[in-house]
């Protein structure tokens, strides 16, 4: 195992030796291969309301089934499209904790977009975020039968996310799941809520590339994170790891995914872990300033003071999805071998998060705070004193 190198503020960067094992025994090799299964059955055709609505009311149906399949309470949530014509469906799916209901319950979510442009097959954009969604699905109940489900767990597909016209916005059906579904199931009362301790937000995670300067960034972005800039440099620009984008605000929920991240056998992958200097509720000049970093469905979060974590391969900024985003071209040739393990990873690494911040089990993982959280959570916290 090699040195980890933890900065939140500027970078992780984690680089470990592979087993090649999944933490429930199942090989990385036959988790990509359940994801494959997944991007090719449900998510390799055109998911636009106008150019196929009928494959994406197919796709609604097999996501219902997919939750409905594994135990969760599943709610289908319809809304306007900002009071235009066309009309959205979030699919949420809850797995009640114990503490459901009450002041210490800690929610916990897991999301990602459903919909495509009208011109795409959106295999990376974003059939790669809903095969992680629903294979955390399977994998979170496969794993915790010995354990209390203490936090309640909750896990979205969002609609129309991409950008609409008609409305003039991105991000919609997220817009409507926080304001008028998640504020909601929080309150208990008019004095007291439960908790939310994040959303992860997967958004566009299966391209992997080892090829020296595949990698860009927008101006400015390795002047404001010159630890990024420096690692970048030394791996001439590789494609080759996981971006993880949150502001100052989130990083406690943060410092669990890293732990999460950490356990994950790791070969040749490495994280990137941005925090932007922001606190609480952005401001329309943060927006401005660090627009590539609030291209997603986080945002919705971020609005409401609400901790999310962003986490991408970053999309057009990659080859080959720099000449593929919002193309035709984002279709089932991106789904090779090392793209499917890269997704693998972030998968366990997903459900991983999931278990430690929701279940109370005997032996191993899901104890809530384990040591290694809050190793990674001192080490991220004394590196912000250097910045």
């Given amino acids: 195992m090699e040195t980890v190198y933890l900065f939140w503020g500027f970078a992780v960067f984690m680089l470990l030796q592979s087993t090649g094992k999944a933490e429930d025994g199942e090989t990385l090799d036959e988790l990509a291969s359940s994801l494959r299964t997944i991007l090719t059955d449900g998510f390799s055709k055109n998911r636009h309301h106008d150019t196929n609505e009928v494959n994406k009311d197919n796709v609604r149906n097999y996501i219902i ?27 949420i799916g809850i797995l009640p904790g114990q503490l459901q209901g009450t002041a210490a319950d800690k929610v916990v979510l897991l999301g990602a977009h459903y919909d495509t442009v009208n011109v795409t097959y959106g295999i990376d954009d974003n059939g790669s975020g809903m095969a992680v969604l629903l294979e955390s699905v399977y994998m979170y109940r496969k794993e915790n039968e010995a354990c ?61 590339n080892k090829v020296d300067n595949t990698q860009a960034f927008p101006d400015g972005v390795l002047q404001l994170f010159p630890t990024v800039g420096q690692h970048l440099t030394e791996r001439n620009f590789r494609g080759d790891f996981l971006s993880i984008i949150g502001r100052r605000d989130d990083l406690i929920f943060a410092s669990a995914f890293a732990s999460s991240l950490y356990q994950v056998n790791l070969t040749d992958v490495y994280t990137e872990m941005f925090e932007l200097p922001i606190e609480g509720i952005p401001t329309d000049e943060e927006r ?40 035709t071209c984002d279709n089932t040739g991106l789904i090779t071998h090392d793209n499917l393990l890269f997704l693998a990873r972030t998968t366990e690494a997903a459900v991983n998060t999931l278990r430690e911040l929701s279940m109370d089990c005997p032996t191993g993982g899901g104890n809530l705070a384990t040591p290694l959280h809050l190793a990674i959570l001192l080490l991220i916290s004394l590196s912000t004193l250097y910045w």
């Fill in 65 to 91: 089934e997919a939750f409905k399949s594994h135990g969760l309470n599943v709610q289908l949530q319809p809304f306007s499209s900002l009071g235009h014509t066309y009309n959205g469906v979030n699919i």
């Fill in 148 to 208: 209390k489900q203490m936090n309640t767990v909750v896990f979205v597909a969002f609609d129309l996310e991409e950008y609409q016209e008609a409305a003039g916005d991105i991000c919609i059906g997220s817009y409507h799941f926080v304001n008028d579904w998640l504020i909601p199931f929080l309150r208990i009362n008019r004095t007291t809520n439960s908790q939310f301790q994040g959303a992860l937000v997967m958004e566009t995670v299966l391209n992997y």
């Fill in 288 to 327: 401005y300033w660090y627009g590539d970093f609030f291209r997603s469905d986080h945002i919705r979060f971020w609005e409401h003071g609400l901790s999310a974590l962003f986490i991408t391969d970053t999309a057009n900024f990659r080859t080959p999805m720099n000449g593929c985003y919002h193309k």
